[in-house]
T-cell receptor, first 114, second 111 residues
Framework: NAGVTQTPKFQVLKTGQSMTLQCAQD?????MSWYRQDPGMGLRLIHY???????DQGEVPNGYNVSRSTTEDFPLRLLSAAPSQTSVYFC?????????????FGSGTRLTVV | GIQVEQSPPDLILQEGANSTLRCNFSDSVNNLQWFHQNPWGQLINLFYIPSGTKQNGRLSATTVATERYSLLYISSSQTTDSGVYFCAVKPSNFGNEKLTFGTGTRLTIIP
C-alpha cells in the first residue's frame, strides 16, 4: 500500500544510547519531514528535506541528525539519547509539484528514554 | 515565527450535534491543512485549504485568508469523530518550507 512507513513502532533506550528512526515513502514525494509530539504542545518540526541531498533544521533540531540520500528514505538519528527526547515521533511527506498538496503521515514511533 | 491558535481546546458533545472548530494564524499563509488524530494516534489529512471553502461528507472547512482564520465544521457528530483536530499552516514567505501546527482541539463525542 502506498504511504509513509515508520519503524520501529515502539522503542526504549537508555540515556546516552544512539539509534535511528526509519522513514520511507513510496509516493515519489519531494518533501519529507520529522515531527515530535509531546503532551499539550502539538507537533513540533525537527528537520525537513525538500529533495534528495537537501535538508534543513526545524523548530527543535538539537540532538537529532538527518540525511536524505534517496527520495524514498529520510532517517532520523538520535546521537545520544536523553530523557527529554521521550516523545512520539512522526514522519510526513508531501508532493510539492503542482498545487494543493497535503501531508501524509506515518503511524509514529513511540520512544521512551530511561 | 508564525503563531497558530486553536479554539476551543476541548469540546464534549452528544452524538448528532454539530460543532465548529477555529484556527487563527498570525501571518499570511500559502498552505493550511486540517488533520484529525484518532484515539490510536494516527494523523489523517482532512483538508488542504489555504483559502475558500471545501466539503467532504459531514465535514467542511472555510479559510478566510485576508482575516487570517480558518473554521472546521463537523455536522451530525459520530463517536468516530472523537480525537484531536489540528490546524497547520505554512507562511507565504518565499523559501519557507516549515509547516507549523496549533496545539489542537480535543473533541469527545458521547453516545
Amino acid at each position: 500500500n502506498a504511504g509513509v512507513t515508520q519503524t520501529p513502532k515502539f522503542q526504549v533506550l537508555k540515556t546516552g544510547q544512539s539509534m535511528t528512526l526509519q522513514c520511507a515513502q513510496d509516493m515519489n514525494h519531494e518533501y519529507m519531514s520529522w515531527y515530535r509530539q509531546d503532551p499539550g504542545m502539538g507537533l513540533r518540526l525537527i528537520h525537513y528535506s525538500v529533495g534528495a541531498g537537501i535538508t534543513d533544521q526545524g523548530e527543535v533540531p538539537n540532538g537529532y541528525n538527518v540525511s536524505r540520500s534517496t527520495t524514498e528514505d529520510f532517517p532520523l538519528r538520535l546521537l545520544s539519547a536523553a530523557p527529554s527526547q521521550t516523545s512520539v515521533y512522526f514522519c510526513a511527506s508531501s508532493d510539492r509539484t503542482g498545487g494543493g498538496y497535503g501531508y501524509t503521515f506515518g503511524s509514529g514511533t513511540r520512544l521512551t528514554v530511561v | 515565527g508564525i503563531q497558530v491558535e486553536q479554539s476551543p481546546p476541548d469540546l464534549i458533545l452528544q452524538e448528532g450535534a454539530n460543532s465548529t472548530l477555529r484556527c487563527n494564524f498570525s501571518d499570511s499563509v500559502n498552505n493550511l491543512q486540517w488533520f484529525h488524530q484518532n484515539p490510536w494516534g494516527q494523523l489523517i489529512n482532512l483538508f488542504y485549504i489555504p483559502s475558500g471553502t471545501k466539503q467532504n461528507g459531514r465535514l467542511s472547512a472555510t479559510t478566510v485568508a485576508t482575516e487570517r482564520y480558518s473554521l472546521l465544521y463537523i455536522s451530525s457528530s459520530q463517536t468516530t469523530d472523537s480525537g484531536v483536530y489540528f490546524c497547520a499552516v505554512k507562511p507565504s514567505n518565499f523559501g519557507n518550507e516549515k509547516l507549523t501546527f496549533g496545539t489542537g482541539t480535543r473533541l469527545t463525542i458521547i453516545p
